[in-house]
């Protein structure tokens, strides 16, 4: 599973090797499958284009994979400064967050720790165009001044929005904890000192590195797609190949018994959080899909349905989060009238029956068939296609996204699906969820007035 | 089974997914089917993924509560989501327990079921759905009033839906409509388990009834979903009264335990089937982005907080319809924003725009229109509206062509008509005083 836009990318990053311990140990790398629809380029690109039929839109997104604070010394909100410059700056009197709008399209910006998205969603009609537009502008960035600044004024906006969500305070304490340093360490938005000191020289110098084919791919998904046409239009608009520089690692921390607290925000809450597999144990990875799916689903998940029986006013989230080195399991509650210890109890109380026995058949046999269809069902836009290929890209396995099927659930990942048991989940479960997590709070926040310039 | 099959395509083979995929900027093909009772049945197959979605239009909706009734459209669906099936269970933990979905939306005209589940489950949910349409479990009353009575509740402190709550209540005079949308809580308490038959019963009415699918379908799947359906009366539905026509301004304030002031602006407009539909999406586009008429719609999988609302909304599935500008004084000078609002219509009417500017609306507005159809529940409604329309299901693509072809001379005519009179409703915080516009 991948994060969620908007809030929920406000999440880490940085530096430092695998303490993992010896039952989490990675499995071995395999040669890079591709999937049906994707190609690499000769200079190391690539592309996947795929058919979304019934929708009269079409999703074109390049993804860029990136340390979302920088190669060197830690600048966090870079990734993000970055994108959102390339969107403003204008060529030829236009940007490409106008020439979107223009055609009826809609713009959309993701920063992940590990990855940046740069997503157009527009009328199947305006893709041609709007496809040379976004490749000329993502593949070949320029930021000039004007839309630097904008990038700031935008990204200042994105603080205040983040800063005072609890949820999202919350998952970034997650982050910052489970990782001592890296690009999963600290916040993708940064803070309002950071954005202060970060230059357009900074952005520029990130573009040079990170922004190069082999980090990227194009990602189209829509009716009507025609795949050589779109290999032709990438082809042409693909840049010189330049080598790739290495991602920073985030280094596991050690994690304390103890409530950690994050921050403040604009309600209460309290979160956990775990480690998981990597992203090539794919049997183990799809273990905590279920487990994510079985656990925390809006409605029907069963920490979902504890938290809600225990008081409605509050709100749940988690998921399990596919990541290419180490996966990571977390929910939050926010919100609500009951303390953070309390919440943190009822959540752990919930998760309790997975580590204590294998499920039984019937439940798993039921349990399953929803999360196929579950999954199903939550990668059927083109959006949702699209970013599906570009997280499981950005993890390193493209052929392994969900997205990657058929009518008869043919592909990597439902064949995984398929070869889950009662014991493998129980494995899974007890492996990472039954150790300790991290448990962060966040407590509500004083009203001031006071605020900061950003701007130098 | 004798069926009057207006188009169908590609039926042949069992799964229909092989359909071309359509041509860009257009939606894809559709098979219609009128039974002998009248009910429509409309399919859209794709082979994208082994799930699939449907729509149910039942004939009653909003519009056809009475005073004494208003909350009894939200009581009856929710009953019917809470109507066991053969299994024992619920209808809706029916479809979950499947890793599915049912939810309701009522509109103004019309109350929607939706479902979403694999492919292979839809006949049977469609089934289970028909059946608790036709004998909703009243004992399940109690619940459900106590549910919806707890979302009117919610409702009440909804700053956005108080306003909107309010411009209906102007515009929609003599009409159920006119009521908050999850009813009045007085009303609510006098309810009784034989209004909820009552209202039930305009549900089945073979005539008006539209039953829409989207997804991986087999032939057997579309017929086994018309035969769900086809032993409802081949009766057509009472039409819903006409709101009591007012040219006046009106003025309404309430107060509320909110933090900031909310300001809804609203006009006349033209319902979805009017030749003057594309015109106001073009106008719709040229005052701000805002949503259409399913984001207004209440029901179990639209429940927007108020910060949502911003910009124009057009409530185009009532007759007539409705566009509404709403303001949060939480996020600026509401104050000068009306002005602006205001002085933009007076622009609208005055004279032709700018042959530019319009070309530039009509490109947002058909964007809007192509980017509202993105899920497969999406494209259900898409095609149940449009097997609704006078057009059929060639409305879908019948629409993007007449919102392309607006000229600046349509979008003065059609300010002018509709764009008149306001209703301006204002929702105060309850500590204060005066109107925010002075």
């Known amino acids: 599973m991948q994060f969620p836009r908007g809030a929920a990318a406000a999440l880490i990053a940085l530096a430092l090797a695998g303490s993992a311990d010896a039952s989490r140990a990675s499995a071995p790398s395999a040669a890079r499958v591709l999937a049906p629809g994707e190609s690499v380029l000769q200079d190391g690109l690539t592309l996947v284009v795929r058919r979304a039929t019934l929708s009269p839109t079409a999703a074109l997104q390049v993804w860029i994979v990136c340390p979302s604070s920088g190669y060197s010394t830690p600048k966090p909100g870079l990734a993000r400064l970055t994108a959102l410059g390339i969107v403003a700056s204008k060529v030829n009197g236009v940007s490409l967050r106008e020439a979107v709008r223009a055609a009826g399209g809609e713009l959309m910006v993701s920063v992940f720790p590990s990855s940046t998205e740069i997503a157009v969603l527009a009328p199947a009609g305006e893709v041609d165009a709007l496809a040379d537009t976004l490749l000329a502008r993502v593949l070949h960035p320029v930021i000039d001044e004007a839309g630097f600044r904008e990038a700031k004024l935008r990204l200042a906006e994105q603080q205040q929005i983040a800063l005072n969500s609890a949820d999202v305070v919350l998952r970034d304490g997650i982050f910052g904890n489970l990782f001592v340093d890296g690009p999963f360490h600290v916040s993708t938005y940064g803070t309002p000192n950071d954005l202060r000191s970060l230059t357009l020289v900074d952005t520029q110098g990130f573009t040079a590195l990170a922004y190069v084919p082999d980090n990227e791919i194009v990602v189209a998904v829509g009716g009507g797609l025609d795949e050589a046409a779109m290999s032709e239009r990438v082809g042409r608009a693909a840049p010189i190949p330049v080598s790739a520089t290495t991602m920073p690692r985030s280094t596991e921390g050690k994690i304390s018994s103890g409530p950690v607290p994050v921050g403040n925000a604009d309600d209460a809450g309290v979160a956990l959080g775990w480690f998981g597999p990597p992203a090539t144990d794919k049997r183990t990875s799809t273990a905590m899909d279920f487990l994510s799916d079985y656990l925390t689903r809006p409605d029907s998940g069963v920490v979902a349905r504890a938290v809600k029986a225990s008081d409605p006013t509050a709100t749940f989230s988690g998921q399990f989060i596919t990541l290419r080195d180490t996966g990571v399991f977390y929910m939050t509650v926010t919100g609500g009238t009951h303390t953070s210890a309390a919440m943190a109890e009822i959540m752990r109380a919930a998760v309790k029956p997975l580590l204590d026995a294998p499920m039984s058949r019937r439940d798993f046999a039921r349990a399953i068939e929803m999360f196929r269809t579950h999954t199903l069902r939550d990668a059927q836009t083109p959006q949702q296609l699209a970013d599906n290929y570009g997280w499981y890209f950005a993890q390193g396995n493209t052929s392994y996204a969900p997205s990657v099927t058929s009518l008869d659930l043919r592909g990597d990942y439902y064949a995984q699906v398929a070869a889950l048991t009662p014991r493998a989940i129980y494995d899974a479960a007890r492996t990472y969820l039954g150790s300790t997590p991290v448990t962060a709070t966040v407590a509500p926040r004083v009203q001031s007035p006071t605020t900061t310039s950003f701007l130098p | ?438």
């Not at chain 2, 093909?29 to 239009?57: E, K, R």
């Not at chain 2, 049977?124 to 028909?130: E, G, I, K, S, V």
């Not at chain 2, 006009?267 to 719709?284: G, K, N, R, Y």
């Not at chain 2, 999406?378 to 607006?406: K, Q, T, Y």
């Open chain 2, 1 to 438: 089974m004798t069926k009057r099959t207006i188009l169908a395509l590609a039926l042949a083979i069992g799964l229909l997914g092989a359909a071309p995929a359509p041509a860009p900027g257009q939606f894809p093909a559709a098979s219609v089917t009128t039974l002998p009772n009248g009910v429509i049945v409309t399919a859209q197959i794709s082979d994208d993924a082994p799930i699939a979605s449907a729509q149910i239009f039942v004939p009653a909706g909003l519009a056809q509560q009475t005073p004494q009734t208003a909350g009894v459209a939200a009581v009856t669906a929710s009953i019917v989501m809470r109507t066991p099936t053969d299994s024992g269970m619920s209808l809706a933990d029916e479809a979950a327990s499947a890793g599915g979905s049912i939810d309701y939306e009522i509109d103004p005209e019309t109350t929607r079921f939706e479902i979403e589940s694999r492919a292979a489950d839809l006949p049977r949910l469609l089934n289970a759905l028909a059946h608790a349409i036709a004998k909703p479990d009243l004992t399940r009353f109690a619940l459900a009033r106590t549910e919806i009575v707890n979302v009117a509740g919610d409702d009440e402190k909804n700053p956005a839906r108080v306003a909107y709550a309010m411009v209906r209540q102007v515009r929609y005079r003599g009409t159920g409509f006119a009521y908050p949308q999850a009813g009045r809580v007085t009303a609510l308490a006098r309810l009784t388990p034989a209004d909820v038959t009552r209202f039930a019963a305009l549900y089945q009415h073979g005539k008006g009834t539209i039953v829409a699918l989207t997804g991986a379908l087999t032939t057997a799947d579309i017929d086994s979903a018309g035969a769900a359906f086809a032993a409802w009366p081949a009766s057509a539905a009472p039409p819903a009264a006409a709101p009591a026509l007012d040219t006046r301004q009106s003025q309404i304030i309430a107060h509320r335990d909110i933090t900031a002031p909310w300001l809804a602006l609203g006009f006349a407009a033209p319902s979805q089937f009017s030749q003057d539909f594309p015109t106001m999406l073009v106008i719709e586009a040229l005052l701000g982005r805002g949503g259409g008429a399913r984001a207004l719609s209440f029901g179990t999988s639209n429940q927007a907080p108020a910060d949502d609302f911003a910009g124009a909304y057009y409530q185009y599935d009532a007759n007539p319809g409705t566009l509404v500008i709403f303001f949060n004084g939480g996020s600026g000078d509401m104050e000068t924003a009306v002005r602006q609002a205001e002085q933009g219509i007076i622009r609208l009417r005055g004279q032709p725009l700018p042959a530019e500017l319009v070309a530039r609306a009509r490109k947002l507005a058909l964007g809007e229109y192509y980017l509202s159809v993105t899920s497969l529940s999406d494209a259900a409604w898409m095609l149940g509206r449009s097997a609704r329309s006078p057009d059929g299901v060639a409305f879908e693509n019948a629409l993007a062509a007449r919102i392309a072809a607006v000229t600046p001379a349509d979008v003065q005519r059609v300010a002018k008509h509709y764009l008149g009179n306001e209703t301006i409703a204002i929702v105060l915080p309850t500590s204060t005083s005066p109107s925010p516009l002075r």
